[in-house]
């Protein structure tokens, strides 16, 4: 059984960091391109960044430069730091599979305070 799990998560101030990861488990199963994603109340879920299997990298206007996304493929694991968080970067976020399997994770919780 394929399984992502992100951790992470947590409630900071603005301007703080978190640190997000988002770890694959299952018998073979191999991570290739992945997305974070997050929905806030009341929106749309929102793609946050993507990695490639070869480490290319997107990223949506509004974390451009205060995010990054990365992977460690001997740990079956991707990242994503998270800088200079604002008030409307509170949102639970998600991990999912980029590819025809389209897992996705159980989203951890971010919240940021004034």
């Known amino acids: 059984q394929v399984r992502l799990v992100e951790s992470g998560g947590g409630s900071v101030q603005a301007g703080g960091s978190l640190r997000l990861s988002c770890a694959a488990s299952?018998?073979?199963?191999?991570?290739?391109?992945m997305g974070w994603y997050r929905q806030a109340p009341g929106n749309e879920r929102e793609s946050v960044a993507t990695?490639?299997?070869?480490?290319?990298?997107n990223y949506a206007d509004s974390v451009k430069g205060r995010f990054t996304i990365s992977r460690d493929n001997a740990k079956n694991t991707v990242y994503l730091q998270m800088n200079s968080l604002k008030l409307e970067d509170t949102a639970v976020y998600y991990c999912?599979?980029?590819?025809?399997?389209?897992?996705w994770g159980q989203g951890t919780q971010v919240t940021v305070s004034s």
């Open positions: 299952g018998k073979g199963f191999t991570l290739y391109g």
């Open positions: 990695i490639t299997s070869t480490g290319s990298t």
């Open positions: 999912h599979d980029l590819t025809a399997r389209g897992y």
